[in-house]
């Protein structure tokens, strides 16, 4: 599903209203909310959001659980680290277990702690599907998503359900979920805008398929619902949905 925004602050508010009933029916269904947080630019003023009423009494905190669709492998008082983003303006500001926080970081090696995160995820989910109840998303002006990047291997994975590997291009190692297990989640959510993304968007919705040059390509939840949540700049190129 696409929806076009006039603005990015409504667009905001609209993914914390989907936030807060994507958290509210996964409490009522099982007991807890699994949701997997992203990093950039996009989705701060939906964190900002979440951390004040009235979305902030509306979720259940204490039975969330959090995690990362991605990361850049630097420490958590790194700038650049999506974990610190998150946690400035969102997790130390609402009531949510410290306990229930899993940052993609730790002090070894960045491919051992893809296996360890991995772990962690199968001992979440134990013997049920590993459907996370929301991914949140963004797109790159190249149309990578999370840590898929055009042109890497991860892009071929097919069992793992994390995995990390140095980047090249931005001299610097990734840790990422694979397109598998964001495949599994019950719901997934884009949120793209600007000018920039506009070229990536057009391919990825409407282009031919080529997943290796637009990554983003590869999420569509096998059994869950695709969200893309986009402001007008991002869908100037769309044919389909104008």
Do not use: C
């Amino acid at each position: 599903m696409v929806t076009i925004f006039k603005d990015t602050a409504y667009l905001s508010q609209q993914a914390a209203e989907l936030f807060v009933q994507a958290a509210q029916e996964a409490v009522q269904k099982n007991g807890r909310f699994t949701v997997a947080l992203t990093g950039g630019s996009s989705p701060k003023q939906l964190y900002q959001l979440l951390a004040q009423a009235p979305y902030k009494e509306q979720v259940p905190w204490q039975q969330t659980y959090i995690f990362w669709g991605d990361e850049r492998w630097v420490p958590l008082t790194d700038e650049r680290s999506n974990a610190k983003m998150a946690k400035e303006l969102l997790l130390d500001k609402v009531p949510v277990p410290q306990e229930q926080i899993y940052p993609m970081w730790d002090e070894m090696e960045p491919e051992k702690y893809a296996q360890k995160y991995e772990q962690i995820l199968k001992d979440h989910f134990q013997d049920q599907s590993p459907a996370f109840d929301l991914i949140l998303l963004g797109m790159g002006d190249d149309g990578h998503t999370a840590s898929l990047f055009p042109g890497t291997e991860v892009l071929q994975e097919k069992s793992s359900w994390v995995q990390a590997y140095y980047l090249a291009p931005q001299s610097m190692y990734r840790i990422t979920l694979t397109a598998p297990l964001i495949n599994q989640a019950k719901r997934v959510l884009f949120m793209t805008f600007g000018d920039g993304k506009a070229q990536a968007l057009h391919e990825v919705l409407e282009g031919e398929r080529n997943p290796e040059q637009y990554p983003s390509q590869l999420i569509n939840p096998l059994n869950g619902s695709l969200y893309w949540y986009v402001d007008d700049k991002a869908a100037s190129r769309l044919e389909k949905f104008k």
